[in-house]
């Protein structure tokens, strides 16, 4: 079970260490059986990350680059991540995919840049309303998560997570129904399957649902038998809805 934060841009530096701060306390009873994972801004990691030190809960960033240094003005590399103290890496996120230009190539680079650097990524893939209006969902996940993932190994797909966040449940209010969620969480181990041929790998494999979960929807989707976690946005910004969530997780580990 994984829990992870997308603070987004939000947080300055003082507020990430208190957040950070807070949980660290409240959670330390559920980790590691529920591995948690905040994602704070770039300016906010070395903050968070020394906070978090000693701790089971997890660091990532949100964004990477896909050379280790260079002449790439504004862009922030995998070793840069791995020093400030990451693990894992958001990769592909739709508001990446919508706002900066990112394709399948280039989630696929820094996949393999990540890899490389021995950060975990965390693939984001989902359909926009259109697309689930049009009956695309299914060609849009197939798409995505095969170019995502393309030259990948099956050995290192155990250091990979994927998440599904369908675009219109994203700071919507309206999540998907676990069935709908389940529905695409299966197609997607079913592709991770083709490229793994060990079964427990494949059941093992991490899939995390994102797009307005929140304490009271998190225990019906995360009981699902394809959804091992949660990609929280809006409620991980405060410790008391992310600590209901990753309460949750502990919950749907026991059913
Ligand atoms: P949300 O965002 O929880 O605010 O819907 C999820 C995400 O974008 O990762």
Same mark, same amino acid.
């Given at each position: 079970m994984i829990i992870a934060g997308n603070?987004?841009?939000?947080?300055l530096t003082g507020e990430a260490g208190e957040l950070a701060t807070q949980l660290k306390g409240r959670v330390s009873d559920l980790t590691p059986a529920v591995s948690v994972i905040l994602c704070p801004p770039f300016t906010a990691l070395a903050k968070v990350a020394s906070i978090l030190a000693g701790s089971s809960i997890g660091l990532g960033a949100q964004n990477v680059y896909w050379?280790?240094?260079?002449?790439?003005? /504004?862009e922030v590399s995998p070793i840069m991540l791995k020093d400030a103290g990451c693990t894992y890496v958001i990769i592909g996120h739709s508001e990446r995919r919508q706002y900066? /230009?990112?394709t399948d190539a280039t989630v696929n680079r820094k996949v393999h840049a990540a890899l490389k650097a021995r950060l975990v990524p965390i693939i984001c893939v989902g359909e926009t309303e259109e697309q689930r209006d049009r009956g695309e969902t299914k060609d849009v996940i197939v798409t995505q998560v095969n170019g995502g993932l393309e030259s990948v190994s099956a050995d290192q797909l155990s250091n990979v997570i994927m998440a599904y966040e369908p675009v219109w449940a994203i700071g919507t209010g309206k999540n998907a129904t676990p069935e709908q969620a389940q529905e695409v969480h299966a197609l997607i181990r079913g592709l991770v399957g083709d490229r793994i041929k060990d079964s427990f790998a494949v059941s093992e494999f991490p899939i995390l649902y994102g797009g307005s979960m929140k304490p009271a929807n998190a225990l019906d989707l995360l009981i699902?038998?394809?959804?091992?976690?949660g990609l929280i946005g809006?409620?991980?910004?405060?410790a008391d809805s992310f600590e209901g969530i990753i309460r949750a997780g502990a919950a749907a580990i026991e059913k």
């Open positions: 603070w987004k841009m939000h947080k050379e280790n240094e260079g002449a790439f003005t /504004g900066f /230009g990112e699902q038998p394809d959804i091992n976690g809006g409620a991980s910004l405060k």
